[in-house]
């Protein structure tokens, strides 16, 4: 999807902040037995701190960890364009959720040394299923439809000189 190092930093801006920002909000409510309005809110409290360090993961680490691991995974010639977006967006989530979770226990709940490890497990096995679940079915298609909308006329253009340079007409 991003071209470019500009979009990419946007992409990767926009990602975290739905990723993360869904995670905090279903986190909270898992402290507090269900979601409530003010959930919403207080997440926003998490945000500012979490946001970046998981915004420092993907866009230094994780994204082309996520991107190597998935070209070697499946055949990309042979394969349609979503196999490769799931997958990569499944082997982010199989990278970042561990590593979000650490964070998590270690800032947020702050469990006793002797405990950190079992406490870490324990969060992960809690966020690993819904991160899958809200990266596959609502963040990545929604954060890759406003990215799209943002930058339609840049990447029309883009495809168009593509085409142009391969012969093809626009209208294709």
Known sequence: ??????????????????????????????????????????????????????????????????????????????????????????VTVCLMCPTMSLAATVLIQQPEWNQLVVTWIETTVKNFPMALCWQLFLAGPLVRKIFRLLFAKKMARQNGNRRAENGMPDSI
């Open 1 to 90: 999807m991003p071209k470019t190092k500009g979009q990419e930093l946007i992409f990767t801006i926009m990602m975290v902040f739905v990723m993360v920002y869904g995670m905090i909000v279903y986190n909270i409510s898992l402290e507090t037995g269900g979601l409530e309005n003010g959930h919403f809110l207080t997440a926003f409290h998490e945000l500012w701190f979490m946001g970046p360090i998981a915004f420092g993961l993907d866009f230094f680490l994780y994204g082309r960890l996520s991107k190597w691991i998935a070209f070697r995974t499946i055949d990309v010639k042979s394969s349609q364009p979503v196999f490769l977006v799931l997958t990569i967006s499944a």
